[in-house]
């Protein structure tokens, strides 16, 4: 009588294991960075579900200096994904910017390691709501100052103390668009939650 197959699925003569799956949550303020973050890095096409901004959102969702060049916006989620070697699977979660979808945030960090919370300094107040989800839940997350323009305009220190952050915080600078960039925030996140677990 055969023997009976493994766990593992064989294909081509190959054992096929399944991945491992680690799930962080990319968050912050509206029109921050969070969209082109999860762009930047993710080896797939990233699932976007934008819409169209209109005339409703005016005075209502606020970009600062970007508001007249921002066209869509994040209105449930972003999502990407990053295979590592080891057969693991990082998968990125992106919330929606606007207070008004708060709601949803319970279910797309269900399950998660940690988070990545981006800053705009011209517009910290917008990620108070972020720093104060995270802090709530005792999930681990990084602050990670979005420098538009490849500009760092305020110093780290300066950010921490305004946003009130615990030195525990990792604080870094980043830039959404760059890959080796938002490869670095995810890097500390993934430590964080390791030193959290000894």
Same mark, same amino acid.
């Given at each position: 009588?055969?023997?009976?197959?493994?766990?593992?699925?064989?294909?081509?003569?190959?054992?096929?294991?399944?991945?491992?799956?680690?799930?962080?949550?990319?968050?912050?303020?509206?029109?921050?960075?969070?969209?082109?973050? @999860?762009?930047?890095?993710?080896?797939?096409?990233?699932?976007?579900?934008?819409?169209?901004?209109?005339?409703?959102?005016?005075?209502?969702?606020? +970009?600062?200096?970007?508001?007249?060049?921002?066209?869509?916006?994040?209105?449930?989620?972003?999502?990407?994904?990053?295979?590592?070697?080891?057969?693991?699977?990082?998968?990125?979660?992106?919330?929606?910017?606007?207070?008004?979808?708060?709601?949803?945030?319970?279910?797309?960090?269900?399950?998660? @390691?940690?988070?990545?919370?981006?800053?705009?300094?011209?517009?910290?107040?917008?990620?108070?709501?972020?720093?104060?989800?995270?802090?709530?839940?005792?999930?681990?997350?990084?602050?990670?100052?979005?420098?538009?323009?490849?500009?760092?305009?305020?110093?780290?220190?300066?950010?921490?103390?305004?946003?009130?952050?615990?030195?525990?915080?990792?604080?870094?600078?980043?830039?959404?668009?760059?890959? +080796?960039?938002?490869?670095? +925030?995810?890097?500390?996140?993934?430590?964080? +939650?390791?030193?959290?677990?000894?």
């Amino acid at each position: 009588m055969a023997s009976q197959p493994s766990n593992a699925a064989v294909t081509d003569g190959a054992a096929h294991v399944a991945p491992t799956v680690v799930k962080i949550v990319i968050a912050g303020g509206f029109a921050v960075g969070k969209t082109t973050f @999860i762009g930047s890095i993710s080896d797939i096409d990233p699932l976007n579900t934008e819409a169209a901004m209109t005339e409703h959102s005016v005075g209502v969702d606020d +970009a600062g200096g970007i508001t007249e060049r921002k066209t869509h916006t994040t209105v449930a989620m972003d999502f990407g994904r990053i295979a590592l070697p080891g057969s693991l699977w990082l998968y990125l979660f992106g919330t929606p910017g606007q207070d008004r979808f708060l709601f949803m945030w319970d279910d797309l960090v269900r399950g998660a @390691i940690g988070a990545v919370v981006l800053v705009d300094t011209e517009r910290l107040d917008q990620c108070f709501p972020a720093v104060d989800y995270f802090e709530g839940r005792s999930i681990p997350f990084i602050v990670a100052v979005n420098c538009f323009d490849g500009v760092a305009r305020h110093q780290l220190d300066d950010v921490r103390e305004a946003l009130g952050l615990s030195a525990g915080v990792p604080l870094i600078y980043t830039d959404a668009r760059e890959r +080796a960039a938002t490869k670095q +925030a995810l890097i500390a996140v993934v430590q964080l +939650a390791m030193e959290r677990l000894k």
